[in-house]
């Protein structure tokens, strides 16, 4: 049975290293995992005033629905400053709430991320990583995934070059699907 994996991917900018790797990622996974890659960019920054009848903002109710209805769930994140970026912690805070209404509650869940430098984005998962937990996902802790990106081990279609990443990428896809498969 293929499971799907509500995916947020923690940077906005056109030609995002992280959604690179999130689009070679749902490639490797094909057959076991189909990606819902969910959109974050347009949520407006948490304001517990902006909730109406116990709904959000459109965009808010869109993100929530996409995850609730997902197996699973995926934070592809780079680092910023040493931590994860402002707009992914954004979509966690808004998917927390109302009060008793979160959709991350028991959500297998997985992290991963890519940055230029040699530990690729170790810190910034760290810190991620906590706040999954706090908010009651299940998150795998094993394998792990810090990547330093090299351009030319993807092709433009979001495929592999490298064979050596292609294997590490479906490594990683094979124990989230198992991770989920487990708790489902």
């Not at 799907?4 to 991917?9: D, E, H, Q, S, Y």
């Not at 869940?109 to 706040?131: F, N, P, Y």
Request: hydrophobic letters at 45%; glycine letters at 10%; aromatic letters at 8%.
């Amino acid at each position: 049975m293929t499971r799907t994996v509500a995916v947020l991917v923690g940077s906005l900018r056109a030609n995002s290293i992280n959604q690179t790797v999130a689009e070679a990622l749902a490639k490797v996974a094909e057959g076991k995992l189909t990606f819902d890659f969910v959109e974050i960019g347009d949520l407006p920054l948490y304001n517990d005033d902006l909730w109406q009848d116990g709904r959000g903002p459109e965009p808010v109710e869109r993100m929530r629905a996409q995850v609730a209805a997902a197996d699973g769930v995926l934070l592809v994140t780079p680092e910023y400053n040493r931590t994860a970026p402002g707009v992914l912690v954004n979509a966690l805070d808004w998917g927390s709430r109302p009060w008793g209404k979160s959709v991350w509650i028991s959500k297998p869940a997985g992290c991963c991320g890519a940055a230029g430098g040699a530990i690729g984005t170790a810190a910034a998962q760290l810190a991620l990583k906590a706040q999954m937990v706090t908010l009651g996902m299940v998150v795998m802790g094993h394998p792990e995934f810090y990547l330093k990106f090299e351009a030319g081990k993807f092709a433009k279609d979001g495929s592999v070059e490298d064979e050596s990443l292609r294997g590490f990428l479906k490594t990683y896809a094979d124990a989230l699907a198992a991770h989920i498969e487990r708790l489902c």
